[in-house]
């Protein structure tokens, strides 16, 4: 039996929001909450107790988008959005511990970023960097 996957929490990615920072620069700070916990929630969400979303791809995909999309953070949400999401896929088991091909990575957060894809062309797209590293 398939164990169920983990996700992630608001406070969970405030405190990935604050090793980007620390890693990397920027302003620290929640810009709006409930944009982080709109962000957050939309992956988990379900109808009638059921989850709107099974796939772990497509989830992992949409807390890249709605992290990056929302920018609930002051700054760094570009970061944080790729970082929630890399979480979430090592989380369950679903990222090899294989160098990221960075360039690929960066590519796909910028396009969420700059509304070239929408949540479908995310998933697609983080699919086929995730089957890269297997």
Known sequence: MKRPLTHLTASAVKAIHTEVLVAHGGSAGIRDKPLLESAVAAPQATRMGQPLITDAIEIAAAYLFYICRNIAFIDGNKRTA?????????????????????????????????????????????????????
């Open 82 to 134: 790729l970082a929630s999401c890399l979480v979430f896929l090592q989380t369950n088991d679903l990222l090899p511990s294989a160098k990221l091909p960075i360039e690929d990575w960066e590519e796909l957060v910028l396009d969420v970023a700059s509304s070239k894809i929408d949540r479908e062309q995310t998933t697609r797209r983080l699919r086929k960097l995730v089957r890269k590293l297997t």
